[in-house]
DNA sequence: CGCAATTTTGACGTAGTTCAACACGTGTGG
DNA sequence: CCACACGTGTTGAACTACGTCAAAATTGCG
């Protein structure tokens, strides 16, 4: 830690997010959860561009700009299409409590349709882009277009999956430990869903916010990964983290 | 505790779900997530009883059977149409850990549509009943016809609003006892879901289930309980549960 | 009834919190 | 340019909630 002091101004948050959106990250059409309703769709044997009337791509959120409030009725939900989204609840005393993330190709708001209101509020965390889909438009062209609605069928149960993996990462954990080793784990594996696994990545967003996502106070949170990095589990250096015994932090992550 | 022996083997089990199957609490299919898609769907101004096709009801499980194997290929989804399951998964060591409950009127397997296999496996806690939904004769029918899939998207999506909120009840809780006491919140609305708000339920499943679950000891859930009650916050006996004053218990479950 | 399973209680140890100090980077104003 | 405040992250020491181990009490079952 004391060695890096040197160069930590060039640590890797200036090296790959920095410098700010020259090399923004937008994750491919291909690979977001978003995509089965996002093409062209086949219907009756002549190809529609549907899409044009319910999509709107990519809009820019500023850091901290947040894309929808609490409770708000459900116009839109969203693809991250670059950066990240914390989900943020809010108890009656103001405490802001994190109830989850959004990395690039995933869902956002799309647990707000049944309620018809938005379950939280989203906030980007760093420069982020969205592409948005009007509920109300998209209902409407799925009732003249039944290929659509199996579309919209299956990135639901996509994004249902995901959140089911998401849920299992972090349910009863017996230690701090595994609770964390299992969040960096899942969170490896989604922010490089697309990539090829190098397991070497940007953490997003700040200890305080991994904290008050997992429970844990920030200090044991710092404890234990100067803990895995004495280990040789893992190498920490500000925001960036390389996982370096995938095998052991699995087993950890598991007790 | 002491003065309730002398009727401790009339206690509410016994009284609600004990003798057993005689009056067993079945869903009313008005208040069930499968709904949607097993009433007659209107198609082109004829009403279709097309859920003849893919729909097996009420299929009685023993307490303990399982409903589906982890990892087996997805056939059915279904709906818990009377007692409880509980979801397992199990990790290398062959250690069974609880990843939710399912009462009755909730979707069981759902989760499985998109990687198209079962992601845990599901046992009845107590004598239980399923609804079952053939998956490919589903998919078949709404592609004929569309209002069907319309009702499977609000289908998907409620229960995507249900899971979410279970979610929320558990994620990072700062002490054992908020946790505790926001699953006793959550369940309590759950089981109850269709009457009116008692407060009052008889939780069917063990404390070690719960703990699991919660990933607390079981002792240390008893300990909770036993204070609970010491402050006049819940009464419970057996299994019988009741919440005394569900003002303080939400204030407490979120922290 | 008697045995096994489940739940509760007690005593003690430990993981994680709390409180406090420090280190570093960044932004602001004189 | 430096001085200072502020946000974020790390470290140390004392405290406490929860886990562990052990045993008693209660409940359920053949």
């Known amino acids: 830690m004391a060695k890096s002091k040197a160069r930590s101004g060039a640590s890797a948050p200036f090296n790959s997010r920095g410098m700010n959106s020259s090399q923004e990250q937008y994750v491919k059409c291909q690979d977001c959860a978003m995509n089965p309703v996002c093409g062209p769709v086949v219907s009756g044997g002549s190809q529609l561009s549907l899409a044009d009337s319910y999509l709107t791509k990519r809009c820019a959120i500023q850091s901290g700009e947040q894309a929808f409030e609490k409770h708000a009725p459900l116009k839109d939900i969203f693809a991250v299409c670059s950066g990240v989204f914390k989900l943020c609840d809010q108890n009656e005393i103001g405490e802001e409590k994190i109830v989850g993330f959004r990395f690039a190709g995933e869902l956002l708001g799309d647990d707000a349709i ?107 949170l710092s404890r234990i990964l100067t803990k895995l990095q004495k280990g040789n589990l893992i190498m920490i250096q500000g925001k960036n983290m390389k996982l370096l015994n995938v095998d052991v932090l699995s087993r950890l992550a598991n007790q």
């Open 114 to 220: 049944s309620p018809n209101r938005y379950n939280y509020k989203a906030i980007a965390i760093g420069k982020s882009s969205l592409c948005k889909v009007a509920m109300s438009q998209l209902v409407d062209c799925s009732k003249a277009v039944p290929n659509l609605q199996l579309q919209f069928i299956s990135l639901l149960t996509k994004q249902n999956y995901l959140n089911h993996q998401g849920i299992n990462a972090i349910v009863a954990k017996k230690t701090a430990e595994s609770l964390l080793v299992a969040f960096l784990l899942n969170i490896a594996k989604r922010i490089n869903a697309s990539n090829e696994q190098t397991w070497q990545f940007d953490l997003p967003m700040s200890r305080d916010d991994i904290a008050n996502f997992l429970g844990l106070r920030r200090e044991t």
